[in-house]
């Protein structure tokens, strides 16, 4: 299973992108996916994910009402739509797979079995 980020780049405050993980090797289909987070120094923190099914959404309370994770399971894509962004954004994100976890254990890393290998984002003041 190979996961690709993709979307990262240099934005202002204020501005939107959308980061793409899409997963190679098999279906997303009652797969946890998750996009964590990782800025120099700091440990690596969970934003938002997806627990099995579309309709099972979770979100870092930083994130909360500004970030959307979604997943197309046709195309084998998750999405983070990331709208006013703010400096504290700032790091690399990662998008994770998980085929077997469990609810509890959503925002810790060590519990997802597949990494993709990180997109940077940067948001000026």
């Known amino acids: 299973v190979q996961l690709q980020a993709s979307g990262g780049g240099l934005v202002q405050a204020g501005d939107s992108l959308r980061l793409s993980c899409a997963v190679a090797?098999?279906?997303?289909?009652?797969?946890?996916m998750a996009w964590f987070r990782q800025a120099p120094g700091m440990e690596r923190n969970f934003v938002a994910g997806?627990?099995?099914?579309?309709?099972?959404?979770y979100y870092a309370d930083s994130v909360k009402g500004r970030f959307t994770i979604s997943r197309d399971n046709a195309k084998n894509t998750v999405y983070l739509q990331m709208n006013t962004l703010k400096p504290d954004d700032t790091a690399v994100y990662y998008c994770?797979?998980?085929?077997?976890?469990?609810?509890?254990?959503?925002?810790?890393?060590?519990?997802?079995?597949?990494w993709g290998q990180g997109t940077q984002v940067t948001v000026s003041s």
């Open positions: 997806i627990f099995r099914s579309a309709s099972n959404t």
């Open positions: 090797g098999r279906t997303l289909s009652g797969v946890s």
């Open positions: 994770a797979a998980a085929p077997r976890l469990i609810l509890s254990n959503l925002g810790v890393p060590s519990a997802y079995d597949y």
